[in-house]
Every structure is written in structure tokens, then in C-alpha cells.
């Protein structure tokens, strides 16, 4: 499975990014897509986390409300949108694919920095 990521950037407090990830490969050895984050020093924690055959969203709660996960299946591409961005969601966030408690496909990382 192949991750490949796009979007990112800096932007300012309240503000909006959108990021985006074109899934190929064998998509059937995987159950779950989504976005993670991570700062350095700190664990790789889960963003937005959806089953491959079913609807239902796991956000974390710090980004519950201004955060959306899309999914294209049609495009094999997922979305995270965000909105009214703050500091702590500063991060590099990676797009994610994977079989639960099995095995793990990551993009590459894209850096999203929010500035007052």
C-alpha cells in the first residue's frame, strides 16, 4: 500500500488547511484509513480514524468539531479538513492505512505549523 500526501503549510490562528492522500496498492490488506500527528519527542497520537467498510469517525476529542474526515472511495483519496486551527495542532501529520493491530502503511508527512 502506497501513501501518498499533499497540503500542509503555515497558516495562522483560526485558520483553515486542507490535506489530502492518494491510496494505491493492495487497499484489501487494509480496515482502517485516517490521519495521525506527531511532534518530536512525542508518540505518533490518531487524528480522524475510519473503518474501510463502514461510515463512523474516531476523532480525537482536541479536534472534534474542527476537523472532517473525507473519504473519496471512488478516487481511493481521504481529506482532513481543518478549521479554526491553534498552536497545539502544530504537528507533521501523516496519512495512515492499515490493518488493525496487524500492520501500518504511513505517507511520508507533511508539516503543519499554526502562528499567532
Known amino acids: 500500500v502506497q501513501l501518498v500526501e499533499s497540503g500542509g503549510g503555515l497558516v495562522e490562528i483560526g485558520g483553515s488547511l486542507r490535506l489530502s492522500c492518494v491510496v494505491s496498492?493492495?487497499?484489501?490488506?487494509?480496515?482502517?484509513l485516517g490521519w495521525y500527528r506527531q511532534n518530536p519527542g512525542t508518540l505518533r497520537e490518531p487524528v480522524a480514524v475510519?473503518?474501510?467498510?463502514?461510515?463512523?469517525?474516531n476523532y480525537v476529542d482536541s479536534v472534534k468539531g474542527r476537523f472532517t474526515l473525507i473519504r473519496d472511495s471512488a478516487k481511493n483519496t481521504m481529506s482532513l479538513q481543518m478549521n479554526d486551527l491553534k498552536p497545539e495542532d502544530t504537528a507533521v501529520y501523516y496519512c495512515y492505512a492499515g490493518w488493525v493491530g496487524v500492520r501500518s502503511y504511513w505517507g511520508q508527512g507533511t508539516q503543519v505549523t499554526v502562528s499567532s
Open positions: 496498492g493492495a487497499t484489501y490488506s487494509v480496515n482502517a
Open positions: 475510519m473503518p474501510t467498510d463502514g461510515d463512523s469517525i
